[in-house]
Structures are given as structure tokens and as C-alpha cells.
């Protein structure tokens, strides 16, 4: 078998899709998008085409080693992402070529069903409470909701107490065992977090995420002498390389790699097995389309330390379509007591509407995140 084709898709509401084509027929699909970048990883994965045609996509640790290094510069969001979307569509095509899930190839499931949560609140969280009660009428277990808006590095305390109230409305409206993530979204400063840390304590989160950015990580020690609530992070981060001072330093208690962004399933599973021997969890990052989804389903069902998976259905960035456009088969991601069961279809075990993709790409999407600033006009991180 051979590569002969790849295809990109820009499709709304900010995702890229990619097909590769072999010579015997049988295509795979990726998701090779990083958010607000969407044409630079498109150009990347163009960049890559010429190591791809003529070669066999079943060799697919080989084509993942090729790609990292064989381009001497690596690593880092465009390219990783651009991997991974390579990646995920050569695991789809072998799953086909063998009419097996992905899972099976490594090493079978390791648990019956997988729970999920969904998000609330928006960019600039409100609501949360009857949004919470809403998601948890449906069957769902677990939310996770954004801290804040803009904050500056030292800010006023009307501003936690905000945080406080609303993940109080939250607690209030569901009940004490109701799973309740905070994303700090990296838009909180050290000094500001450990205080907001503090004050959330009391509600028994499921995880924070994202206390300080990801190139502030050795602040992660300071932030947790203030809590008890598990700390998650990694959603930009790309690597197992990335991963590797983080767990050395004992600092994380939940990892969030991006299966479209840290290098696909081939990486995301080492990253998994990295974690595993430092007693670190693991909860897939996935704000992103079904091709994404569908391939960290595939991680999550054979990785024993992952506990919870993040989805994108009805969250606040899908405007125009959502992740169950795009799928011949839309109860493939059917959500029942707050969990989906273990995928049985070849490969990504999704079947894509390539017309509907082609109609859509029509449209296509130049999304950017918003530009946020604090009210002394300097920018603020969003």
C-alpha cells in the first residue's frame, strides 16, 4: 500500500480536516489544526507532502520519526500539529486496512465505557449555575467552566469573589459529587491564582487547569501550597520532551496533551505511559471537531490512567456547525449517564460526510481568538 494523495479542508467553525488517499482505495482522516493558526499548520502539512507520497502509511512509527526529525527544526505548535493530523489519519487507514478500532492495535481496552464532560459558561463565564443543572439533566457527571475574564497580574479581589460566586451557583445547582473544572485558561498570574486556588478549595473542584501558562510552570509548585484540588495542565504543551521537566518536578497531577496538536496518537500514548509511572492522570484536551475526538476516544479506551475525556458538542465556539456535522453516523458519539462507549468501527471509528466536508470547505473559516485587554489597555492574556 502507498500514499498517492493528501487533501486539506478548511471548514467552519475553525477546524482543518485531511485526507490521505493510498492506491488500494482506502483514505484516512486527520485533524491537523492548532486554533487561530489554521493556515499555518495547513501550509505545514503541505510542507510535508513530499515525505508522504509513495510511502506505505501503515509503517507509521516510521513516517511520525521521519517527520520529527529528518526536518532537523522540530517540535512546537505548527509542526506538532501538523504531525498529528498526518498521524491520526494514518492509524484511521491501518485500523481500515485490518478492520480493527485503533485500540486494538494498542493493546485493547483497558475499561468498559468512558466518561466525558461538557463545557459551560462561555469566554466570559455567566450563567453557570442553570447551565450546570441544564448539562447534568442530561446525564452528564461532570463540567468544566472558565475562572474568569481579563486579570491582571495583581487585580482586585471583586474579581475572585466573582470567580467564587459563580462556581458556588454551580456546586448549589448540581450536587456534592457533581465533577466541576475550573480553567484558569493561563489567564491568571501567579500571585492572583495562588489566591483564587485558596478561595476555591472549599468547593472540592475536580481539577483546575491551566493555574499560569504553560512557560510559567515552575510557578505550579508555588500554586499548589495553597490547595488540595488537583492541577492540570498541557494543552500547550507538544511533546513527550515538552512533559518530561513537568513530571521530573512532581509538580502536575493531571496531564491535558491535544491529540491534534502534541503529535497525534503515536505521541499522545507515550506522553500517557510517561505520566502512568509518575502517578499522573490523564484527560485529553479536545475543544476541536470530531476527527479530533474521535482519535483521543481511541487513546482513552486502551490508557488506564486517563479518567475523563473533554468534548466540543454545544460549546461557545461552535457558532455555525458542530462536531456532528461533519459524520455519516451521528450516535457514534451518543452520550448516555455521562459516558460514550468504547468505539467497535475500523480505524477512528467515525465515517466522515465527505460532501458535506467539501460543501463546507466552501465556506472555510479565518477564526481568531479575541484580542483582550486589562482597563489600563495593556493586553491581557485571553
Known amino acids: 500500500m502507498k500514499i498517492t494523495d493528501l487533501e486539506l479542508f478548511v471548514v467552519p467553525p475553525r477546524w482543518v480536516f485531511l485526507k490521505i488517499s493510498t492506491d488500494e482505495g482506502i483514505a484516512g482522516w486527520g485533524e491537523p489544526v492548532l486554533e487561530g493558526h489554521a493556515a499555518a499548520v495547513a501550509a505545514s502539512v503541505h510542507e510535508m507532502e513530499d515525505y508522504l507520497i509513495g510511502k506505505d502509511p501503515t509503517l507509521i512509527e516510521d513516517v511520525w520519526q521521519t517527520l520529527y526529525r529528518a526536518g532537523f527544526y522540530r517540535g512546537g505548535p505548527v509542526l506538532m500539529s501538523a504531525i498529528a493530523g498526518i498521524d491520526q489519519a494514518l492509524w484511521d487507514i491501518k485500523g481500515k486496512k485490518y478492520g480493527l478500532p485503533v485500540h486494538e492495535f ?32 442530561l446525564g452528564f457527571t461532570a463540567v468544566k467552566m472558565n475562572a474568569s475574564e481579563e486579570m491582571h497580574f495583581i487585580d482586585s479581589y471583586s474579581k475572585v469573589e466573582a470567580i467564587v460566586n459563580r462556581v458556588a451557583a454551580v456546586r448549589e445547582a448540581t450536587s456534592k459529587d457533581f465533577g466541576i473544572a475550573v480553567d484558569f485558561h493561563g489567564r491568571i498570574h501567579k500571585s492572583m491564582a495562588k489566591v483564587i486556588a485558596k478561595e476555591l478549595d472549599q468547593f472540592h473542584l475536580m481539577f483546575i487547569e491551566e493555574p499560569v501558562l504553560p512557560e510559567n510552570n515552575e510557578a505550579l509548585r508555588e500554586v499548589a501550597k495553597y490547595t488540595s484540588t488537583p492541577i492540570a495542565t498541557g494543552e500547550r504543551m507538544y511533546s513527550r520532551w515538552d512533559f518530561k521537566r513537568l513530571f521530573e518536578e512532581g509538580i502536575v497531577d493531571i496531564i491535558q496533551p491535544d491529540l491534534s496538536h502534541a503529535g497525534g496518537i503515536s505521541e499522545v500514548k507515550k506522553i500517557a505511559a510517561m505520566a502512568e509511572a509518575y ?22 479506551v486502551c490508557t488506564p490512567n486517563v479518567f475523563i475525556q473533554e468534548q466540543s458538542l454545544g ?38 460526510d465527505e460532501n458535506y466536508v467539501r460543501e463546507a470547505a466552501r465556506t472555510g473559516h479565518n477564526w481568531k481568538n479575541p484580542v483582550w485587554r486589562n482597563s489600563d489597555g495593556t493586553i491581557a492574556e485571553w
Request: proline share 7%; net charge negative.
Open 315 to 352: 460549546i461557545h465556539y461552535n457558532q455555525t456547525n458542530d462536531l456532528l456535522d461533519y459524520l455519516q453516523d451521528k450516535t457514534v458519539f451518543h452520550y448516555y449517564e455521562g459516558f460514550i462507549a468504547n468505539p467497535t468501527g475500523p480505524g477512528l471509528g467515525i465515517e466522515i
Open 279 to 300: 502517578d499522573v492522570a490523564v484527560a485529553p484536551h479536545c475543544p476541536l471537531g470530531p476527527i479530533a475526538l474521535a482519535a483521543c476516544v481511541q487513546i482513552d
Open 106 to 137: 494498542l493493546g485493547g481496552a483497558v475499561r468498559d465505557k468512558l466518561r466525558v464532560y461538557s463545557w459551560i459558561g462561555g469566554d466570559r463565564p455567566s450563567d453557570v449555575g442553570q447551565s450546570a443543572k441544564e448539562k447534568m439533566d
